[in-house]
């Protein structure tokens, strides 16, 4: 199993269904904290399920939701079928946009699963897509010395404020018999030092990067943002 086919399948990376709603709610109030304007074209890469990008949708002009897997692309259809101003994407449909499509980039918990080449590709495609001046916003990158340990100590912390306890007690159990524990080992995450990541983006050609409060339940990981020159 790699990991696109772990995010095409069914999996438990949230402990309950209380989780999952919280954690997508987060991720959309951070998200449109970095909308500029509400006629703002957006795209949201690697955007999983968010469950709450109605709410995105209604803070911008035109929202983009890419999803390299096909199974939540349809999960995505039919949450938000009714909603004129959201296009589901796959990564290759991306790529075909005309260039200078979009005013904010934000790819939350992506970066991770790809590898650094991929990340570089990706960084230049997003730089073509935005409009001169336009931002990027790459979200809860993991730095190397962040144990999973630590991960699963602010993952107790957000269930004890969220009211999800015991859920992610059963869950953090569930975790380690788990296909993400297997791929985790087998392949590992993907991890940037604060100066590898900054430097990463500045020479995809972005300017001002700037370290930015972390999206999500997770202070240990690193958001970065950059601007496209006008
Ligand atoms: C950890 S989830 C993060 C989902 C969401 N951004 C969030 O913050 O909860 C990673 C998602 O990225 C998707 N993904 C992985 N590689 C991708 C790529 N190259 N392009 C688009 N989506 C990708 C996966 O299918 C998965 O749904």
């Known amino acids: 199993m790699s990991w696109r086919d772990f995010w095409n399948g069914e999996h438990a990376i949230y402990v309950s269904p209380r989780h999952k709603a919280l954690h997508y709610r987060q991720i959309a109030t951070d ?5 500029p304007t509400r006629d703002a074209v957006v795209l949201d890469h690697g955007c999983g399920e968010a469950l709450d990008a109605a709410r995105v949708a209604s803070a911008c002009g035109r929202l983009y939701l890419c999803e390299a897997a ?12 009714g909603k ?15 260039e200078a499509t979009f005013d904010l ?15 570089e590709a990706l960084l230049v495609l997003w730089r073509g897509k935005l409009k001169p001046g336009g931002k990027l ?9 962040v144990s999973p340990l630590t991960d699963a100590s602010q993952l107790l912390a957000f269930a004890w404020r969220g009211g999800f306890l015991i859920a992610a007690l ?3 159990v569930r975790t380690v018999f ?18 590898d990541i900054a430097g990463l983006i ?12 972390n999206f999500g339940h997770n202070p240990h990981r690193m958001t970065f943002a950059g601007t496209k020159p006008a």
């Open 170 to 172: 059963a869950g953090l």
């Open 70 to 81: 096909p199974s939540v692309r349809e999960k995505l259809r039919a949450m938000l079928g």
């Open 178 to 195: 788990s296909d993400y524990r297997k791929l985790r080992a087998q392949y590992g995450l993907s991890t940037y030092t604060e100066t």
């Open 84 to 98: 004129a101003n959201v296009s589901v994407v796959s990564p290759e449909e991306v790529e075909a946009l005309p």
């Open 31 to 35: 998200l449109i904290g970095h909308i």
């Open 202 to 213: 500045r020479a995809a050609g972005y300017d001002d990067v700037q370290p930015q409060r």
């Open 137 to 145: 916003v790459v979200a809860d990158v993991i730095p190397p010395d």
């Open 105 to 119: 980039v934000v790819a939350n918990s992506l970066i991770q699963y790809l590898s650094r080449a991929e990340l």
